[in-house]
């Protein structure tokens, strides 16, 4: 049985914290807990989870509720934040929602978040729209020691496949950047199997397994966990599957609790 970490996972309880953009959506506007998430991994060995902040109405209370949630089901934290940055293993501000998009990088203020980053050595989550990737390129070259990892495989669309392709290969000579395979938004039960795999063959040659891994994106992706999880078994793209799974997140995210895990 494939053991199996999630680098990216939204668990919500709309009762303690408001999530807007959830109320026209009839399939999210409910409540996703950790029980219920982890029915979704019965056909794996489950090892544990990041939460990924959710951007909620209120940050206060999503940072409490996160914390509440480390300590009853010991999952890792991504949030928004910086209050609670001993709780972190990684630190994510949503750019693809923004207002500024992915300009937001360059600003004062943020650049003050990435310089705390850097001092307590905690990884950047860069969730942008496919459009704005060409941004990542200099922020890299601003931030050369910081541990960058680009959500959602940076969103592709299959009729922008070479496009995208174009823009990530200006990225792979950044050792620091990390592709997480987790689904985006978008992609369906119904996506075509050959550009997936035609994606995953794309990143494994220019950024090879050592920087790759897998992220569910449950509940946002209209992908099941299993059935995301599925893809990655089934395109024989990946040799060290344990390494796309769980070894490489758990080694980025540096937890001392998972030291037994990452060892074979």
């Given at each position: ?5 999630d680098?990216h ?7 303690e914290?408001p ?7 009839e399939?999210?506007n409910?409540n996703y807990d950790?029980?219920r ?9 489950f090892?544990?989870?990041?939460y990924?902040?959710?951007?909620g109405d ?8 996160a ?5 009853t089901h010991?999952?890792l934290?991504c949030l928004?934040?910086?209050r609670?940055?001993e ?7 949503v750019?693809?929602t923004s207002q500024k998009g ?6 004062a203020?943020?650049?003050?978040k990435i310089?705390?980053?850097?001092n307590?050595q905690?990884?950047?989550e860069a ?9 990542l390129e200099?922020?890299l070259r601003e931030?050369k ?5 680009l959500?959602h ?7 922008h ?7 990530l290969s200006?990225?792979k000579?950044?050792p620091?950047?990390?592709i997480k395979?987790?689904?985006p938004?978008?992609?369906?039960p119904?996506i075509?199997?050959?550009?997936v795999f035609e994606?995953?063959a794309f990143l494994?040659e220019?950024?090879s397994e050592e ?14 966990p299993?059935l995301?999880a599925?893809?990655?078994?089934q395109?024989?793209?990946f ?12 080694s ?6 998972c030291k037994?895990?990452v060892k074979s």
């Open positions: 049985m494939q053991k199996i970490f680098a996972l939204h668990l919500w309880d709309l009762n914290v999530i807007s953009w959830l109320k026209d959506d399939r999210l409910q950790f029980s998430m982890k029915k979704e991994y019965e056909n794996y060995e090892l544990g989870a990041l990924v902040e959710c951007n209120d940050i206060d209370k999503e940072s409490l509720y914390l509440s949630l480390k300590q010991s999952l934290l928004a934040d910086l609670y940055k709780n972190l293993s990684s630190f994510r501000e750019l693809h992915a300009k937001r990088l360059f600003e203020d943020f650049k003050k310089e705390i980053l850097k307590f905690i990884p950047f969730c942008m729209k496919n459009d704005e990737l060409d941004h200099a922020f931030n020691s910081l541990k960058v990892i959500n495989l940076g969103n592709p669309k299959i009729n496949l070479n496009e995208h392709k174009k823009t200006l990225l000579n950044f620091n950047l990390y395979l987790s689904a938004d978008d992609f369906c119904q075509s199997k050959e550009f994606l995953f494994k220019n950024f920087r790759l891994l897998f992220g569910s994106n449950y509940p946002v992706s209209k992908l099941s299993s995301w599925s893809f990655i078994i395109s024989g793209i040799e060290n599957l344990d390494k796309i799974f769980y070894k490489n997140a758990l980025l995210y540096k937890e001392d609790r037994d895990m």
